[in-house]
């Protein structure tokens, strides 16, 4: 069985930072996608960035691209979301992902990723 712990969420005010961790146990193998998405209060669970296993492909979303950036350290089984220059429609819970076997655009669909984490809170003030 796969676990998925996300941590550092919080609050923030505009124009700040923070920065998600995803830690994976349990069999995690090589080769996996791993991503973030994000659901914001009535709305539905939406694609945010994803990254291959070996850290060397990277998707972002057009609503963060150039604000946010994903990493991964391999050998603790982790990925990281640095978020800069938050704003309020960036609240929202942030899950992590990791899909088995998606590819190309399919790294960007819900549907396609097998394990989730339990979601942290990231509220960004005005």
């Known amino acids: 069985q796969v676990q998925l712990v996300e941590s550092g969420g919080g609050l923030v005010q505009t124009g700040g930072s923070l920065t998600l961790s995803c830690t994976a146990s349990?069999?995690?193998?090589?080769?996996?996608?791993m991503g973030w998405f994000r659901q914001a209060p009535g709305k539905e669970r939406d694609f945010v960035a994803a990254?291959?296993?070996?850290?060397?492909?990277?998707y972002y979303s057009d609503s963060v691209k150039g604000r946010f950036s994903i990493s991964k350290i391999a050998a603790k089984n982790t990925v990281f979301l640095q978020m800069n220059s938050l704003k309020p429609e960036d609240t929202a819970v942030y899950y992590c992902?990791?899909?088995?076997?998606?590819?190309?655009?399919?790294?960007?669909?819900?549907?396609?990723?097998?394990?989730w984490g339990q979601g942290t809170q990231v509220t960004v003030s005005s």
């Open positions: 349990g069999r995690v193998f090589s080769g996996w996608v």
């Open positions: 992902a990791a899909s088995t076997g998606a590819s190309g655009s399919g790294r960007t669909r819900s549907e396609n990723y097998d394990y």
């Open positions: 990254i291959g296993w070996s850290g060397y492909t990277t």
